[in-house]
């Protein structure tokens, strides 16, 4: 039995040096290599940030909050007896709504830290990396 761990998949830098590697057999330098590794992660951190579960949690909770509310607003005599004299509807509506607000709110206070290019001078200006 070994005691190192053996992933069954090539790990993600392995995957990311095979496609560079198929980038420079197709003619690619390696400047063009690294812009379209910078321009993948910039993307990528851009579906991170829309797709932040904080954003679609909190605004179902603040949909789902002010309709409930609004139920409970309009809640009858008979629907605050039912739930033995308390308006349970307007309770949960202010509930969902704070829980709402706060993961909207935590959203905007603590964002997702944006990714940070790390291309070499080369590849910013056009020229070819110095191993060429």
Do not use: C
């Amino acid at each position: 039995m070994s005691d190192r761990f053996e992933p069954s998949e090539p790990s993600e830098s392995a995957e990311r040096a095979e496609a560079a590697e198929r980038l420079r057999r197709a003619g690619y330098s390696e400047a063009d290599v690294q812009r379209e590794v910078t321009e993948l992660e910039e993307k990528s951190a851009t579906a991170a940030r829309i797709f932040d579960l904080r954003r679609i949690i909190g605004g179902l909770f603040v949909v789902y909050g002010v309709i409930v509310t609004i139920a409970g607003i309009t809640d009858g005599d008979a629907e605050i007896d039912k739930a033995q004299g308390i308006n349970i509807n307007l309770w949960t509506g202010l509930a969902m709504l704070a829980l709402g607000i706060f993961f909207l709110a935590w959203l905007k206070l603590r964002p997702t830290a944006p990714v940070t290019p790390t291309l070499p001078p080369e590849a910013l200006e056009g020229k070819p990396p110095h191993g060429e």
